[in-house]
């Protein structure tokens, strides 16, 4: 790698005023910035000759037209440029620079992804404040009025639950700021302001770089761990003291305690002075997996994901640049942050779908993470109870080493799986529950425990209609029906946001009360629970309802302090929460997965539906799963009924072979998109005129994408399939250098895609 310094050689900086370069000196004191914006390539810019010449890594700010922006030094100059064209960098921002393998790392997920390099750049540089120099902060501790309320002294105000838990923060001697002492203490910012105002709570200006919270520590104890947890964190620990580059599958069945097993690397890496990144879905980043954090090492994790406000955004990304954040936990966008001295990724339910990014830089944020992990040279580990099939076949082929947790831990055990076969059940109109499930959840409720049901819809009918004239609603900018929300009385797209009041009567033929809803939503499902079971306590877990982590959390401990009997929710459900008194789940629709022409669709319906069911028996009582299925002779469904997951990989592993399709092949999607469908067909068609014909490549299409319209744009699609010998990106790259779009039309490029609507 070239020195990331600048060279003793290069010339001296002149004092006072700037001296005019000559030919010679422009081409040692000129540097190449890159932009965090979709620009081709890295622009050249001068260093004035009062000003330290920056190295490569450097945040610098400099003119682009009218308005100057931040970027990095990439590399120096070649002479390409006259002076005279050159504009001169404004100034070297007081900043750590990048790291030399996140910029190789950014390099290379361009070049995998097609995109151009300023817009990898972008997600490492996503919080434009955190470059500028930070202002004064206000800090909050506790006032010698609230340190006596918790001693017993009677406050003007009463100490409510949450009032407390904030006085217990900061009687640790801590100072935060209002929001930080909010998210410590599980509040909302309001309660801390309510005892700022009282006098409880004392508010002050500190210094404006904030001190991160009290590091990991590595050095307490965790919980006991079983003779299978220890061979394997034996394993992993090793893999962190040797050091280098190694990706290690733990793989264990649902309630194994893989959480607490990789914690034992997380502690080594610690030790070592390296800082961790976790990576959870974002669906995932709840409150138990912080909660499990917290009693091992004292403290919470800094954390990144979309909930997060913008200042403590800010703060944590300076904190990570500058090596005082040792342990970040985040979704996909945390595998860009600027890590100085990163020791160890972990990419818990690494079969995930969520970890695919679908819009701007399109990327799998798993992959990426073995990429950034192998030019670090550090260990990874990948962890799920279901193990994508690409993970499956790389430790087949020996390039990843496997860890199996076969057995839950302490005395529970894997829940009983049982098919309803949906055929042979006779259902009340408009009910949705088949007799066998309504007997379990019977039997459930009268012995004290609790029940999940799981439907993957969110809603209350995924189809309004009218049965008058037959009109159905549709969203005005997609090819996609509305879905009713009953609790919120309005209709839905689920892609692009559109909503509008339920009518009273049809738009189309002005019936009265003659709209019908088709189809449950786990709304509707909740209904019938009300109406069956009206003494049962119900909640919805679903993404519509729950505004952030924090009402994820508080949900969750509703449900494991036994305030409510029945969960019943979306794939928010489906991983991550420890129930110990839930023994029974109930799969509303198992066979909604299985449509549409998703390669992975039997893959994904299995993991999804192993994951549901192993929320069931995790403690000492027995659990139960019942699935509501139309097709039981599918092989998924009969690799979910014999609990037999390595065969069922072992048969979607030769049909994909023979197929050539990933992981025995390569995929790449190209969608054209525009604001009329004229132009979507003309970019489409010249596109097609110039598809590649190469041996070992296939183009299918252009075609119109299942969701034709999406926000607007009418959209086609192509189909790129290869041979794992074959240099796609290149072929892409010759293919579109080869025609031009313009106008309205958008080219987006999908390596290994996971969506094809």
Known sequence: MPDDHASSTDPPIVGGARAVPSEKTAALRSVRVLLPLPLPA????????????????????VPLGVRSLDGVVWDRAEDELPVERLKPVIEVLPIPRLQPELRRFVERVAAYTMAPPGSVLRMTMSVAKALQAP?????????????????????????????????????????????????????????????????????????AEPPISAPPDWRLSGPVLSRDQSIAARRLVDSVVEGGFKVTVLDGVTGSGKTETYFAALSTALAAGRQVLVLLPEIALGAQWLERFRRRFGVLPAQWHSDIGEAERRDTWRAVIAGRARVVVGARSALFLPFPQLGLIVVDEEHDSSYKQEDGVVYQARDMAVLRGSLAQIPIVLVSATPSLETVVNVARGRYERVALPHRHAAAELPAVRLVDMRRERIEAGRFLAPPLVAELTSTFEAGEQALLFLNRRGYAPLTLCRACGHRFQCPSCTAWLVEHRFTGRLLCHHCGHAEAVPECCPECLAG????????????????????????????????????????????????????????????????????????????DADLGLTGGDLRAGERTYQLLHQVGGRAGRAEHKGRVLIQTWMPDQPVMKALAAGDRDRFLEAEAAARRGAGLPPFGRLAALIVSAGDAESADFAARALARSAPQLPGV???????????VLRGRHRRRFLVKAGREVNLQAVLRGWLSRVRVGGSVRLQVDIDPYSFL
């Open 42 to 61: 890295a622009l050249d810019y001068l260093v004035p000759d009062d000003m330290a010449l920056p190295g490569r890594g450097s945040f610098v700010r």
């Open 698 to 708: 296939t183009v299918l299409g252009p075609a119109p994408a299942p969701l034709a």
């Open 135 to 207: 202002r004064p902060r206000r800090l909050c501790a506790a006032s010698p009025a609230g340190l006596a309320a918790l001693s017993g002294a009677a406050p003007a105000k009463p100490l409510t639950a949450a009032r407390r838990r904030v006085l217990e923060v900061l009687q640790q001697g801590l100072s935060l700021a209002a929001a930080e002492l909010a998210r410590a203490a599980g509040c909302a910012p309001g309660v801390v302001r309510d005892l700022v105002a009282c006098g409880l709570v004392d508010e002050r200006l500190a210094p």
């Open 513 to 588: 009360g003659a709209l019908v809803p088709c189809g449950p939503g786990v709304e509707r499902v909740l209904e019938e629970v009300t109406a069956r079971f009206p003494a049962a306590r119900a909640a919805l877990m679903v993404s519509d309802l729950l505004t952030g982590p924090r009402a994820a959390a508080e949900l969750a401990e509703a449900m494991t302090e036994r305030r409510y009997d029945l969960l019943i929710g979306t794939q928010i459900v489906a991983k991550g929460h420890h129930f110990p008194m839930l023994t029974l789940v109930g799969v509303v």
